[in-house]
């Protein structure tokens, strides 16, 4: 009998992550590898990340189930680490119903949490009283509800599908929260029978779904099966290591896959990191490299930079080496996924910040403190645009030698190769350098622009 607690392989368990502050589009990244893939994890996050994938002119917006679902041969697992707003879930459920889509592949953990009504109501008005200090939520409730996970008052899954064991822990719950909603906010109370009633229906719809996803996971591991762990937002969205405060209540990082999902850090072999070609922000918080002049609204425009989930609009910037260093630290990333790449196509020259200017000082590290990152100043190299399409570009190849040469230009500041790049929204405007399930096919195109066979 093996003494490891996860057989050795020779295919890969991967984590997909954002390497900025999201919106990197991982959905696309995550359905492409899904095809590879035996079963898709999302382990973070809630309705307020959404992932957008494109099949055969097909748009799917999904927010809470991974975008593996559009594959009928594979398997979904929603996680542990994430938090679910059943009513949005129920309207995945019925969007993927109306497009024929078969959800039968789909499992809940048993242990998520639960987005209760009061956690969208006071995620609201805590927003709103913030005034000049808001931190940009998408008022869905997600910081709320982790903060009851945390604060040990939380309704999970399995909560909701014991009914009688609901309305007790409610009436407590509700209790307690309509004292803050009428005495802090001003807001009129819940009524615990409504909602309870409201609950008890999306228990019934949901319940075929839930089970202990950790075991599942864990036998396919054992049966030696490829896994995808995805993650929703990015890695400066990361409540421990991001632009905290102005961040997400979870851990989009790698390490958040095992605690999100279930499993140990010996089931992972590899991290893909997912990176725009430019940098994008959606709500608040300091962004060094945001464009203030018409090519930042040129890029939102040809980038369709709106966000998934809210519809707000993106702050659009040059691309960041700084913190796309970090996240390769962070995350400990093997490889990378450069997306919109085409976006890029009709400037004349591109900016790549390589460092930061703070207080008159060099610095090209990512500092911690939002009020030092707020001071920070881009150091910036520019490198010839390339001036013609690569929407139709399949190998490398076909790209102009000036796109290529700032691919490479970025593998090398982030001294990690590059595996994908993605040339547009659909699933075949993509250059598939390297499978990072299946190991390494071709050469990868490596941090010093040379091509090299990545190990595995």
């Known amino acids: 009998m093996s003494t490891r607690a996860y057989p050795e392989k020779s295919l890969a368990n991967v984590v997909v992550i954002g390497a900025q502050w999201g919106d990197e589009g991982k959905g696309k990244i995550t359905d492409l590898l899904s095809k590879s893939a035996d079963l898709v994890v999302r382990y973070q996050g809630g309705v307020n990340a ?3 994938v494109v099949v055969s002119g097909q748009t799917f917006k999904l927010h809470l189930i991974p975008s593996g679902i559009l594959y009928p041969d594979t398997e979904c697992i929603i996680g542990c680490g994430t938090v679910i707003d059943p009513k949005v879930l129920i309207e995945e459920l019925d969007q993927l119903e109306t497009l024929n889509i078969s959800a039968a592949n789909l499992i ?11 956690h969208r109501l006071i995620d609201v008005a805590s927003e709103q009283e913030r005034g000049s200090y808001k931190i940009g939520t998408t008022g869905r409730g997600i910081g709320p509800t982790y903060a009851d996970k945390s604060d040990r008052t939380g309704i999970r899954m399995l909560d909701l599908m014991d009914l009688e064991g609901l309305r007790e822990q409610l009436e407590w719950t509700i209790a307690q929260k309509n004292t803050i909603l009428e005495k802090l906010y001003n807001l009129p109370p819940l009524n615990p029978q409504e909602v309870i009633d ?9 319940r075929p779904y839930v089970a ?9 591991i054992q049966k030696r099966k490829n896994i995808l762990f995805e993650g929703a937002q990015g890695t400066l969205l990361d409540l421990d290591h991001g632009t905290y405060p102005y961040v997400t209540s979870s851990n989009p990082i790698a390490g958040g896959a095992c605690v999100g999902t279930g ?3 010996t089931a992972i072999d590899r991290v893909i990191g997912v990176a725009k070609a430019y940098t994008t922000r959606v709500g608040e918080g300091p962004f060094p490299t945001e464009m203030v002049d018409g090519v930042g609204a040129i890029l939102g425009e040809r980038g369709a930079e709106f966000g998934t989930t809210t519809g707000r609009k993106r702050r659009c910037g040059w691309f960041d080496a700084v913190i796309g260093r970090y996240a390769v630290r962070t995350n400990g990333l093997d490889c990378l996924a450069i997306t919109k790449l085409d976006v890029l196509d009709e400037l004349d020259e591109i900016k790549v910040c390589v460092a930061y200017e703070i207080d008159g000082k060099r610095c090209e590290d990512f500092p911690k403190s939002s009020r030092i990152f707020a001071r920070c100043k881009p150091i910036y190299e520019t490198v010839p645009g390339w001036k013609q399409s690569t929407e139709d570009c399949r190998n490398l190849e076909d790209l102009p030698e000036k796109a290529l040469n700032y691919l490479k230009f970025l593998a090398e500041l982030m001294a990690v190769p590059i595996a994908i790049v993605s040339l547009g929204a659909s699933r075949d405007q993509t250059i598939i350098v390297e499978d990072p399930i299946h190991g390494p096919k071709r050469a990868l195109l490596s941090a010093d622009g040379t091509p090299v066979v990545a190990a595995v």
């Not at 809940?108 to 009061?118: D, F, G, L, R």
């Not at 409201?198 to 949901?206: F, G, I, K, Q, S």
């Not at 202990?212 to 396919?220: C, V």
């Open 263 to 265: 499993v140990g850090p």
């Open 212 to 220: 202990d996803s950790s075991l599942k996971i864990y036998d396919a």
């Open 50 to 52: 959404g992932h957008t």
């Open 108 to 118: 809940i953990s048993e242990t998520a949490h639960v987005t209760m009504p009061y």
């Open 198 to 206: 409201e609950y008890a229906v999306y228990a019934e719809r949901l």
